[in-house]
């Protein structure tokens, strides 16, 4: 099916800043309350792994389907390349871009739950494209640390199911925002 043959959801979510396409197709699963994203996907004939690698046809259904401005889709979407992935033009080697923990800023998902009211906490916190970075450790929209809230042993199989695999640690939204670190980005985060 190509993205000329999709019909838009009726309910969506914002695309949040620097959001990555597997970050908001798992956010939409879990509006809807899916088993899982790669599922969620399967049912609309959208393939999660080509989503996960950056492919562009399926970003393309991506956005089709979930009537997201596209350019921004793909800008913050990591794409294979021969050595790692492209993220907003950078390219991030496979060392640099392990996915063994998950983190996000404290004060974005704040913003997150503020701009999606009524949403369940794993449908609105997003997975921001530079939190996936290993070294970038600082939020530099806000000079916040970032915060761990899932691991590889927690995860498994579901590291690009950020909704599903961040749930847990959502279970303790008030602890895990109450006392945000402030810290001056470093010039690699910067």
């Keep these: 099916?190509?993205?000329?043959?999709?019909?838009?959801?009726?309910?969506?979510?914002?695309?949040?800043?620097f959001e990555t396409a597997t970050s908001v197709l798992a956010r939409v699963a879990a509006m809807e309350r899916s088993a899982n994203a790669r599922q969620y996907a399967r049912?609309?004939?959208?393939?999660?792994?080509?989503?996960?690698?950056?492919?562009?046809?399926?970003?393309?259904?991506v956005?089709?389907?979930?009537s997201l401005d596209h350019d921004e889709l793909v800008r913050w979407t990591p794409r294979a390349a021969r050595n790692g992935f492209v993220i907003g033009g950078e390219m991030i080697t496979h060392y640099r871009s392990r996915r063994t923990r998950l983190r996000i800023c404290p004060v974005c998902a704040q913003q997150d739950v503020a701009a999606a009211p009524g949403l369940p906490?794993?449908?609105?916190?997003?997975?921001?494209?530079?939190?996936?970075?290993?070294p970038i450790r600082t939020c530099f929209?806000?000079?916040?640390?970032?915060?761990?809230?899932?691991?590889?042993?927690?995860?498994?199989?579901?590291?690009?199911d950020f909704s599903l695999a961040i749930a847990d640690a959502l279970e303790e939204w008030d602890t895990l925002i109450a006392s945000p670190v402030t810290r001056a980005p470093s010039m690699l985060e910067w």
Excluded: N, W
Excluded at 4 to 9: R, Y
Excluded at 63 to 66: H, I
Excluded at 121 to 134: G, H, I, N, P, Q
């Design 121 to 134: 906490l794993d449908a609105a916190v997003a997975c921001s494209a530079y939190s996936l970075v290993e």
């Design 63 to 66: 956005s089709a389907l979930l």
């Design 141 to 160: 929209l806000h000079d916040t640390a970032l915060v761990q809230v899932a691991t590889r042993q927690s995860f498994g199989d579901h590291d690009h």
């Design 1 to 17: 099916m190509s993205a000329l043959e999709i019909e838009p959801l009726a309910d969506t979510v914002q695309l949040r800043p």
């Design 43 to 61: 049912d609309f004939y959208v393939k999660f792994d080509k989503v996960i690698s950056g492919d562009p046809g399926e970003l393309k259904k």
